[in-house]
């Protein structure tokens, strides 16, 4: 159970660690306040609580289904983030018109469940180093399984990023259509997630390792309008 729980601490040290390097580096390059990141994590926990709301209301006989299952999944995430997102920009963050700012509050949004994974597996590490000292029957696919939850919690806080950015077009360009954009990228993206399946290790990541190079893409080539 020692190598079982250094790993998880590791993971949890990692998922932590990834999400606040990120958010240091962009209030370094861009003397961005941390305060944005607040308007990222409210819009963020609101819109995970309205999904599994939204989730639980519909009848749970078809989701034994796997195309209705990521349907229904895709369609609620993609929706209720980008609605939650415009929102906030509404409410909460008026003052907010560059692409660095967008980054902040897209992170704000989406390391709520990577800080949340990282500090149950921090927790779970510390109370498995006491249980023992049995060593794993294969080390090497713990860690490479180990290595792969970590990056399908990590990798999806590029793509709120991205569309922190897109959604934000919609008060900078006066256009609802980016709204609309946001909420269809998304929703194919957890769709395709849903559908790869939780336990699939490697082969997630690497859709989720697409996704993040599409969200950096989008981020590096979306301009902001002429003014």
């Not at 194919?188 to 893409?217: F, K, Y």
């Amino acid at each position: 159970m020692l190598v079982y729980g250094i790993i998880t601490l590791l993971v949890g040290a990692a998922l932590i660690g990834g999400v606040t390097a990120l958010s240091v580096r962009l209030h370094r390059r861009y003397g961005l306040p941390y305060a944005l990141l607040t308007v990222g994590i409210i819009t963020g926990i609101g819109a995970l609580i309205v999904q599994s709301i939204l989730i639980r209301s519909l009848d749970q006989g078809l989701f034994g289904v796997l195309a209705i299952n990521a349907l229904a999944l895709g369609l609620s995430a993609g929706i209720v983030h980008e609605v939650a997102r415009l929102l906030g920009y509404q409410y909460l963050a008026r003052g907010a018109v560059t692409r660095p700012q967008a980054m902040m509050i897209g992170l704000g949004h989406g390391l709520v469940q990577p800080v949340y994974t990282g500090m149950l597996a921090l927790g779970l590490g510390l109370s498995m180093l006491g249980a023992g000292s049995s060593r794993p029957d294969d080390p090497a696919a713990l860690l490479s399984g180990a290595g792969a939850d970590a990056l399908n919690s990590f990798l999806p806080v590029f793509l709120h990023m991205a569309m922190s950015w897109v959604v934000l077009q919609v008060f900078l360009r006066g256009e609802i259509g980016w709204l609309f954009a946001a909420v269809f990228l998304h929703s194919v993206t957890a769709m395709m997630a849903t559908l790869i399946g939780p336990d699939a290790g490697w082969a997630l990541a690497a859709w989720w390792a697409l996704a993040a190079l599409t969200s950096t893409i989008i981020l590096a080539r979306l301009h902001p309008p002429a003014s």
